[in-house]
C-alpha cells in the first residue's frame, strides 16, 4: 500500500522556537496533504488542506501565521510552526491522498512535538 | 460542514464476543466512510471503508454497514480478540474533506 513519511517522529524544543515537519509520500504523488493535530485521549482534528503548488487552506481557528504550510512538491510538504508556546504541544499528523484514488488518505506517523 | 457523532466513547468486551460502534452524520453530500484503527502513540489504520452506493461490507471479522437515509453507519467486529484493543474512528468525507469522531476505545479483555 501508499506509505507516507513523517519527519522528526519526535521533537522537544524551547519555548518561542520554530519548528519544520516533513510529510513525504513515498510511492505515490499526493496532489493534496492534509495536516492534522490530535491532543491526548482526543480525536484528530483537521487543521489545513494543501494543493501542490498553492496556498493551504486553513480550518477556522488555526492561525496561518504561526502553522505555516508549504506544498512545493507532489511528495512533499512541510510545516512549520513558528514561535511555538507549551500549548503547542501535540501530536501532528500528516495524510496524503493519492491522485488516482481521491477517497483514502494515507497517514504519516506522526510527530510528537514537545514545547518546553 | 460537516457533523459527525459516534458511540460509545468506551467499551470493554470479553475476548470472543462482538463490539459495535455506530457513527451518524449530518452532511447528504457525504459518501465516503471510512474506518480507522489508532494505537497509542501510532497512526490511524484504514481498518474498512463503504461507499454511499453500498449498504454493507464485510472483510473477514469486520463489517461496516451504511444507512444513508438515516445518515448513520456503524462497524461491526465479530469474535473479538485482546490485539483489537485500540481507538477506533468513524469518518465522514464530505466533498474533499474528511471529518472523524471523536473515537471510541475499544478494550477486550481476555
Known amino acids: 500500500g501508499a506509505v507516507v513519511s513523517q519527519h522528526p517522529s519526535w521533537v522537544i524544543c524551547k519555548s518561542g522556537t520554530s519548528v519544520k515537519i516533513e510529510c513525504r509520500s513515498l510511492d505515490f504523488q499526493a496532489t493534496t496533504m492534509f495536516w492534522y493535530r490530535q491532543f491526548p485521549k482526543q480525536s484528530l482534528m483537521l487543521m489545513a488542506t494543501?494543493?501542490?503548488?498553492?496556498?493551504?487552506?486553513?480550518e477556522q481557528g488555526v492561525e496561518k501565521d504561526k502553522f505555516l504550510i508549504n506544498h512545493a512538491s507532489l511528495t512533499l510538504s512541510t510545516l512549520t510552526v513558528t514561535s511555538a508556546h507549551p500549548e503547542d504541544s501535540s501530536f501532528y499528523i500528516c495524510s496524503a491522498r493519492d491522485w488516482r484514488d481521491l477517497n483514502e488518505q494515507f497517514f504519516g506517523p506522526g510527530t510528537r512535538l514537545t514545547v518546553l | 460542514g460537516e457533523n459527525v457523532e459516534q458511540h460509545p466513547s468506551t467499551l470493554s468486551v470479553q475476548e470472543g464476543d462482538s463490539a459495535v460502534i455506530k457513527c451518524t452524520y449530518s452532511?447528504?453530500?457525504?459518501?465516503?466512510f471510512p474506518w480507522y484503527k489508532q494505537e497509542l502513540g501510532k497512526r490511524p489504520q484504514l481498518i474498512i471503508d463503504?461507499?454511499?452506493?453500498?449498504g454493507e461490507k464485510k472483510d473477514q471479522r469486520i463489517a461496516v454497514t451504511l444507512n444513508k437515509t438515516a445518515k448513520h453507519f456503524s462497524l461491526h467486529i465479530t469474535e473479538t480478540q485482546p490485539e483489537d484493543s485500540a481507538v477506533y474512528f468513524c469518518?465522514?468525507?464530505?466533498?474533499?474533506?474528511?471529518?472523524f469522531g471523536k473515537g471510541t476505545m475499544l478494550l477486550v479483555s481476555p
Open positions: 494543501s494543493n501542490e503548488g498553492s496556498k493551504a487552506t486553513y
Open positions: 463503504i461507499r454511499s452506493n453500498v
Open positions: 469518518a465522514a468525507r464530505s466533498y474533499s474533506t474528511l471529518t
Open positions: 452532511d447528504s453530500a457525504s459518501n465516503y
